[in-house]
């Protein structure tokens, strides 16, 4: 089967960091993003990885390591507007985006 | 770039009418657009994928004959929730891929339609 586990969620201060781990398994892979999801919203994308390592993209970055179906969000100098859902979803062979619940972040000041 | 929109934003119906939902790309085409549904505090879940010309494809347990889905241009993809129910509350979401930008399998998203049977 296919499943992907998240925190459910987590909490951090402002100004800080915070690093969001997901493993995955899945039929096939082709890939994984991340996704902000602002309650009420709709996602945006934040990020995709398809080869191991290390992705960086101003204050957010995301790693990826196939062999160990794992992958991370890493959120540098937390601003209360981070506060939100973020989504894992590996695509799997079918190059079909395969969603968890997601980890909700909560920025405190 | 890369913008979808969603109408109508919020919509309240009574059980038993149909309620029809336009997704559209705004400034690419888009060969494959998607409908999803969300519950609170759930993940998405997608409904089907929908391809220009041709007909949907349903995910397993969703209803083809109730969640009707026309795809009729490359920028606008319709979902139609026929006889709803109170149950079919939901925030429903699409999102679509740039014909232009296929191999990058993003996904766009649309800013969902929050629909409310009573």
């Known amino acids: 089967g296919q499943n992907i586990d998240q925190p459910t969620e987590m909490t951090a201060t402002e100004g800080a960091i915070v690093q969001i781990n997901c493993t995955y398994q899945?039929?096939?892979?082709?890939?994984l993003f991340w996704y902000q999801q602002h309650a009420g919203e709709a996602p945006t994308f934040l990020s995709y990885?398809?080869l191991d390592g290390l992705e960086e993209k101003g204050r957010f970055s995301s790693f990826l390591s196939r062999s160990k179906g794992y992958s991370y969000l890493l959120l540098k100098e937390l601003q209360m507007k981070d506060s939100a859902s973020y989504l894992c979803?590996?695509?799997?062979?079918?190059?079909?985006?395969?969603w968890g619940a997601g980890t909700k972040l909560i920025i405190k000041p | 770039g890369a913008v979808v929109s969603q109408h109508p934003s919020r919509v309240i119906c009574k059980s038993g009418t149909s309620v029809k939902i336009e997704c559209r790309s705004l400034?690419?085409?888009?060969?494959?657009m998607f409908w999803y549904r969300q519950f609170p505090k759930q993940s998405l879940m997608l409904m089907a994928t929908?391809?220009?010309?041709?007909?949907?494809?349903?995910e397993q347990g969703v209803e083809k004959d109730k969640f009707l889905i026309n795809h009729a241009s490359l920028t606008l993809s319709t979902l139609t929730v026929t006889s709803a129910h109170p149950e079919d509350s939901s925030f429903y979401i699409c999102?679509?891929?740039?014909?232009?930008?296929?191999?990058?399998?993003?996904?766009?998203f649309g800013p969902g339609t929050r629909l409310t049977v009573t």
């Open positions: 899945t039929s096939g892979f082709n890939g």
């Open positions: 979803a590996p695509l799997d062979s079918n190059y079909q985006l395969i």
């Open positions: 999102s679509a891929r740039d014909v232009k930008r296929e191999g990058t399998y993003e996904q766009y």
């Open positions: 400034d690419f085409q888009a060969t494959t």
């Open positions: 990885n398809v």
């Open positions: 929908s391809n220009e010309g041709s007909k949907a494809t349903y």
